[in-house]
T-cell receptor, first 116, second 110 residues
């Protein structure tokens, strides 16, 4: 089956620093990738839709200047949490859609971010 | 995207069928019913999807009522590894956006 990887799997950073999370589709090309955030004991919350070669589309309430998304190739999207604060500590998950006609999304294993 | 309602939790005996219900009374004609599951601290896993007809794959069966206002995911022979949070999502296949609700926590017991 299709595999999506994320790197790093976990990261601890100091408040005020920036953290980059990578999402890669390993055996397929993904025109569209999605970024989610999940707090403990809560459901996934869609943050943004990442389209290759164009600007990401952010969901209401998500700060685009704080969560920078780049989708430079058909197999890689990155999420950068800028000037991280403890309240940004969360589980960040990406997913990739093989193409517009695919009804399946493949999710990465997630990245646990802890901001101290 | 359609709003879905699921029971917060269910138990199932190992080896028995697990039937997970979902209400989606506001689903529109072009929205599919998707089921994903999330095992603790992992990314969600696709299970099955359908529009009108019942569907079956190697993981599960999906039964959609004729009026499309509700559906049931059936795991025919639940195992301990099926313990997870199961999400029912109504979404258009065009946008790809999946809006997750609270899901049902299925506990499979020996």
């Amino acid at each position: 089956g299709a595999v999506v990887s994320q790197h790093p799997s976990w990261v601890i950073c100091k408040s005020g620093t920036s953290v980059k999370i990578e999402c890669r589709s390993l055996d397929f090309q993904a025109t569209t990738m999605f970024w989610y955030r999940q707090f403990p004991k809560q459901s996934l919350m869609l943050m943004a839709t990442s389209n290759e070669g164009s600007k990401a589309t952010y969901e209401q309430g998500v700060e685009k200047d704080k969560f920078l998304i780049n989708h430079a190739s058909l197999t890689l999207s990155t999420l950068t949490v800028t000037s991280a604060h403890p309240e940004d500590s969360s589980f960040y998950i990406c997913s990739a859609q093989p193409d517009r006609s695919s009804y399946e999304q493949y999710f990465g294993p997630g990245t646990r971010l802890t901001v101290t | 995207d359609a709003k879905t309602t699921q029971p917060p939790s269910m138990d199932c005996a190992e080896g028995r069928a697990a039937n997970l219900p979902c209400n989606h009374s506001t689903i529109s004609g072009n929205e599919y019913v998707y089921w994903y599951r999330q095992i603790h601290s992992q990314g969600p896993q696709y299970i099955i999807h359908g529009l009108k007809n019942n569907e079956t794959n190697e993981m599960a069966s999906l039964i959609i009522t004729e009026d499309r206002k509700s559906s049931t995911l059936i795991l025919p022979h639940a195992t301990l590894r099926d313990t997870a949070v199961y999400y029912c999502i109504g979404a258009s296949g065009n946008t790809g956006k999946l809006i997750f609700g609270q899901g049902t926590t299925l506990q499979v017991k020996p």
